[in-house]
T-cell receptor, first 113, second 114 residues
Framework: DQQVKQNSPSLSVQEGRISILNCDYTNSMFDYFLWYKKYPAEGPTFLISISSIKDKNEDGRFTVFLNKSAKHLSLHIVPSQPGDSAVYFCAASRGFGNEKLTFGTGTRLTIIP | DTAVSQTPKYLVTQMGNDKSIKCEQNLGHDTMYWYKQDSKKFLKIMFSYNNKELIINETVPNRFSPKSPDKAHLNLHINSLELGDSAVYFC?????????????FGQGTRLTVV
């Protein structure tokens, strides 16, 4: 049972445009959400996170939006750059002190120069 | 200066063998993890240790035995390797309570069982 889902396995975006990556979850107990970026042959690296008490968090070119009623979050990257080409994983956890991250299956983002 | 380091990066071995993967973190974190990414790219937690104490064991076969000699190290020993164990194994660490902070991952160990 996949509790965190990324339904788009891949996405291609023109350089300079906005990239929007989507993530859906089914477990209403999740209250903290993270996005990780992964290059080939490397481990995932943390990108940005959001707590369930917020609906938006922004860090430079990256913004995460959370819609709790829809159990949906999205990552916006603007403007997209070639170095953003990577696999992006959405992850979720339940509460402070809960050490388990549940990951989505990832979306491969390709930025076209 | 690598924050979370795993060795080896690649491991090819025959079925039935026993192998270990080592992990060390120099971030001063008190929680460490092992994650497995299978051929379908699912990234799933296997174990979590906090200050050398096992706190998460996600229905992993008992052929897999984590060992934490101190809070900076979490090794993974696998007995009687099977073809289905082929995957990429990631070590990670965080401050206690991943809900408030992110986990840092190592570069992964690609295990191939032949």
């Amino acid at each position: 049972d996949q509790q965190v889902k990324q339904n788009s396995p891949s996405l291609s975006v023109q350089e300079g445009r906005i990239s929007i990556l989507n993530c859906d979850y089914t477990n209403s107990m999740f209250d903290y959400f993270l996005w990780y970026k992964k290059y080939p042959a490397e481990g995932p690296t943390f990108l940005i996170s959001i707590s369930s008490i917020k609906d938006k968090n922004e860090d430079g070119r990256f913004t995460v939006f959370l819609n709790k009623s829809a159990k949906h979050l999205s990552l916006h990257i603007v403007p997209s750059q070639p170095g953003d080409s990577a696999v992006y994983f959405c992850a979720a956890s339940r509460g402070f002190g809960n050490e388990k991250l549940t990951f989505g299956t990832g979306t491969r983002l390709t930025i076209i120069p | 200066d690598t924050a979370v380091s795993q060795t080896p990066k690649y491991l090819v071995t025959q079925m039935g063998n026993d192998k270990s993967i080592k992990c060390e973190q120099n971030l001063g974190h008190d929680t460490m993890y092992w994650y497995k990414q299978d051929s379908k790219k699912f990234l799933k937690i296997m174990f979590s240790y906090n200050n050398k104490e096992l706190i998460i064991n996600e229905t992993v076969p008992n052929r897999f035995s984590p060992k934490s000699p101190d809070k900076a190290h979490l090794n993974l020993h696998i007995n009687s390797l099977e073809l289905g164990d082929s995957a990429v194994y990631f070590c990670a660490s965080s401050i206690r309570g991943v809900g408030n902070t992110e986990a840092f991952f190592g570069q992964g160990t690609r295990l191939t069982v032949v």
